[in-house]
């Protein structure tokens, strides 16, 4: 499975960014998708997952009712719409996907590039 992440960029707090992540590959509908964050000095963070084929979702409690995770199968794109930005939310922003459902970065096969996410106070 490839990936592809974009839709990072500075925004105030209280705003809204909508991240992308472009899928191809054989087989990639049959996956589990998810978005992790990293930020300077500390640990890849687990933020939400989505499977693929069932549409079910799941999120850390750090995002949960902020941020929400979709997908577009016509255009085998899957989103993140994060709203109420706080500084703390800013990172690099990972898509990556995975046969088996997880909230473990390390269960993750393949992974988009980071898109760069910078929330302002």
């Known amino acids: 499975v490839q990936l592809q992440a974009s839709g990072g960029g500075l925004v105030q707090a209280g705003g809204s960014l909508r991240l992308s992540c472009a899928a191809s590959?054989?087989?990639?509908?049959?996956?589990?998708m998810g978005w992790f964050r990293q930020a300077p000095g500390k640990e890849r963070e687990f933020l939400a997952v989505?499977?693929?084929?069932?549409?079910?979702?799941y999120y850390a409690d750090s995002v949960k009712g902020r941020f929400t995770i979709s997908r577009d199968n016509a255009k085998n794109t899957m989103y993140l719409q994060m709203n109420s930005l706080k500084p703390e939310d800013t990172a690099v922003y990972y898509c990556?996907?995975?046969?088996?459902?997880?909230?473990?970065?390390?269960?993750?096969?393949?992974w988009g590039q980071g898109t760069q996410v910078t929330v302002s106070s």
């Open positions: 590959g054989r087989s990639f509908s049959t996956y589990v």
């Open positions: 990556a996907a995975n046969p088996k459902y997880s909230d473990r970065s390390t269960d993750y096969s393949s």
């Open positions: 989505l499977s693929w084929n069932l549409g079910t979702t």
